[in-house]
C-alpha cells in the first residue's frame, strides 16, 4: 500500500519555528516532485512549497517565501518542510503530496490530478 505520512504538526506561537516531516512507504518517490499544500477552514487547498526529484529547484508561495524551506532526503522517502517566523495566518492542515510531473508545475495542475497525498497534520499558530 502506497502511503504518505505526516508528522511535526502541531500548536505554535507566532514567530515560532516548525518542521513538518512527510515519509514515504510502498513505493520509491525519488524520481517524483514532492510537495507541501495547506487547507484553512472554509478555504481551498493551497500550495506552499514543492520540490523536485534530487533536490535541485525549489518553488514556493509568495506567503511563505523566505520563511519556509522544503528538502528531502531520498534515502529516506521524505520531504520535510521547515516553518520559520510563523503567522496566525499559517494556520491550517498541512499536507504532503508527490506526482511525477515536474514540480514547477505542482501548484498549477488540478489537486485531483495529483497522484498521491498525505492525510494532513494540524498546524495552529496562536497570536
Known amino acids: 500500500q502506497v502511503q504518505l505520512v505526516e508528522s511535526g504538526g502541531g500548536l505554535v506561537q507566532a514567530g515560532g519555528s516548525l518542521r513538518l516531516s512527510c515519509a514515504g512507504s510502498?513505493?520509491?518517490?525519488?524520481?517524483?516532485?514532492m510537495g507541501w499544500f495547506r487547507q484553512a477552514p472554509g478555504k481551498e487547498r493551497e500550495f506552499v512549497a514543492s520540490?523536485?526529484?534530487?533536490?535541485?529547484?525549489?518553488y514556493y508561495a509568495d506567503s511563505v517565501k523566505g520563511r519556509f524551506t522544503i528538502s528531502r532526503d531520498n534515502a529516506k522517502n521524505t520531504v520535510y518542510l521547515q516553518m520559520n517566523s510563523l503567522k496566525p495566518e499559517d494556520t491550517a492542515v498541512y499536507y504532503c503530496?508527490?506526482?511525477?510531473?515536474?514540480?514547477?508545475?505542482?501548484?498549477?495542475?488540478?489537486?485531483?490530478?495529483?497522484?498521491?497525498w498525505g492525510q494532513g497534520t494540524q498546524v495552529t499558530v496562536s497570536s
Open positions: 520540490i523536485n526529484w534530487d533536490g535541485g529547484s525549489t
Open positions: 510502498g513505493r520509491t518517490f525519488s524520481r517524483d516532485a
Open positions: 503530496a508527490a506526482d511525477p510531473t515536474r514540480a514547477q508545475f505542482m501548484g498549477v495542475m488540478p489537486r485531483s490530478q495529483i497522484h498521491y
